[in-house]
C-alpha cells in the first residue's frame, strides 16, 4: 500500500509538472509568431499557480519573470526595466543576469527614441553601460551583451566629447517602416522594385509533395533531369 501510494504521488507530481511545461510550451509558442497578448494572460496565470505552491522551486517561477520582462521589451513598455535597471546598480543584491540585459538594452532604447537631451541621454547611457558591465561581471557571456557594452561605452564618449551631434543613431527614421522584432528586421521588397514584381517562394506542404508525386506515377512522362 505505501508503495502504491508512493507511486500514486508521483504520479500526480508527473501529471502537474508536465501540464505546467505544456502551458510554458504553448506560451512560448505564441511569442515566436510575435502574438504577445495571450503569453502576458497565460504567464500570469502561471505566476499566480505556483505561489500556491511554496514549497516549488523558485527556478520556474524566475524563467516566468524572464519570459513576462521579455514580453514587455519587444511590446516596447519600457518602464519597469528602466526602473529594474536603476534600482540593480544602486543596490548590493546580484540580479538576475538576463534581466539586467533586458533592462539595459531598455534604457539604451529610452535614451535612442526619446528626447536626445544631451545630459539625459548620457544618464541613461551611464546606466546602460553600469548593467551591461554587471551581467557580464556574473558569468554571461552572450557576444551581444559584449557588443552592446562597446557600442555604448563608444557612444557615451563620443557624445560627452562633442564627436558625436544630434545624440544616439536611430534606425527607425521612416515611420512606414515596421519596428524590429524578435526575429530582427521584418522583411521587405528589394529597393527600385514594384511590389507587383517581388514573389514570394513557399514551400510545398509534406501532403502536397506527395500527391503530386502520386499524380506523376505512372503517367509515363520522362523526367528530365535539371542542372
Request: negative net charge; glycine residues 6%.
Amino acid at each position: 500500500m505505501i508503495v502504491v501510494l508512493a507511486l500514486a504521488v508521483l504520479g500526480a507530481l508527473c501529471l502537474v509538472a508536465g501540464m505546467f511545461e505544456r502551458r510554458m510550451a504553448i506560451a512560448e509558442e505564441d511569442m515566436v509568431v510575435l502574438d504577445f497578448e495571450d503569453p502576458q494572460v497565460e504567464y500570469a496565470a502561471l505566476e499566480k499557480d505556483l505561489a500556491k505552491w511554496p514549497w516549488v522551486s523558485q527556478r520556474p517561477l524566475e524563467d516566468i519573470h524572464r519570459r513576462r520582462a521579455l514580453l514587455q521589451y519587444w511590446q516596447g513598455d519600457y518602464g519597469d526595466l528602466v526602473e529594474l535597471a536603476r534600482v540593480s546598480t544602486q543596490s548590493d543584491k546580484p540580479l538576475d543576469p538576463e534581466l539586467q540585459i533586458l533592462a539595459a538594452n531598455a534604457l539604451y532604447r529610452v535614451a535612442q527614441r526619446g528626447p536626445q537631451d544631451k545630459a539625459a541621454v548620457l544618464k541613461n547611457l551611464d546606466t546602460a553601460i553600469r548593467a551591461y558591465a554587471e551581467a557580464l561581471r556574473a558569468g554571461n557571456d552572450r557576444p551581444d551583451t559584449a557588443y552592446n557594452y562597446e557600442l555604448a561605452v563608444r557612444l557615451r564618449e563620443e557624445i560627452s566629447s562633442g564627436r558625436r551631434k544630434g545624440g544616439l543613431p536611430n534606425p527607425k527614421v521612416d515611420e512606414t517602416k515596421s519596428d524590429p522584432n524578435m526575429h530582427g528586421d521584418p522583411g521587405e521588397p528589394p529597393k527600385d522594385m514594384k511590389v507587383e514584381q517581388f514573389q514570394i517562394r513557399i514551400p510545398m506542404d509534406p501532403k502536397e509533395i506527395k500527391n503530386s508525386q502520386e499524380q506523376a506515377a505512372g503517367t509515363g512522362q520522362q523526367r528530365k533531369r535539371k542542372g
